[in-house]
């Protein structure tokens, strides 16, 4: 098997196994979606499967726990997360994963809480009611913080995946990349 067909087919059943992750129970909001979005984008030599591969796998988990109404948001926010992983983490280092997953929780409770907010019946449709729609994701499950918990969530999976790549790279060489 040529190298590179080594590499791919070990970074999709990494970025595929972590993305089922999500049907496991886990804390409200502690997943590994922004981390496999910006895994997908630094560890694919082929850029665009870095974003086709884990998109399918969140496809694939997504279908497994149901589909939902915020979904479009979702979507948005994990496109954006590989974008900021594809200029963000050319070289990646510790605190580049770190700031890139940090960013990325952001982006997601931004994208998100606007879209619970926009056109909800629940806000009105003011600055005011989109901050409230903020105040309340800052404290959504049972006084456990929606931010914080994807702020982990971002954090722990991106250092594991980053890290288990790493450590894999480490002992079997054909998995480093041709030319980085």
């Known amino acids: 098997m040529k190298p590179l067909h080594i590499r791919l087919t070990t970074l999709t059943t990494i970025v595929l196994a972590t993305a089922l992750f999500r049907i ?3 804390w409200p909001n502690v997943t590994p979606v922004a981390a496999v979005a910006l895994f997908g984008a630094a560890a694919f030599e082929r850029r665009w499967l870095g974003l086709v591969a884990p998109l399918a796998a969140m496809l694939l988990s997504d279908a497994l726990i149901g589909f939902h109404s915020g979904m479009a948001a979702v979507y948005v926010s994990f496109a954006l997360t590989w974008l900021i992983g594809l200029y963000a983490l050319r070289q990646p280092t510790a605190g580049r994963i770190a700031a890139a997953s940090v960013t990325s929780s952001v ?3 931004l994208i998100t809480n606007f879209a619970v907010w926009f056109g909800s ?9 989109l901050m409230s729609c903020y105040a309340a994701g800052l404290a959504f499950y049972n006084g456990t913080s929606f931010f914080l918990n ?5 954090l ?6 980053f890290g288990c790549y790493y450590l894999l790279q480490q002992r079997f060489p054909v998995l480093r990349p041709a030319h980085r």
């Open 24 to 26: 496991l129970p886990h």
């Open 107 to 109: 982006l997601f409770f």
């Open 121 to 129: 019946s629940f806000y009105p449709q003011t600055a005011a009611g």
């Open 150 to 154: 994807g702020l982990v969530g971002d």
């Open 156 to 161: 722990f999976f991106s250092g594991l995946l």
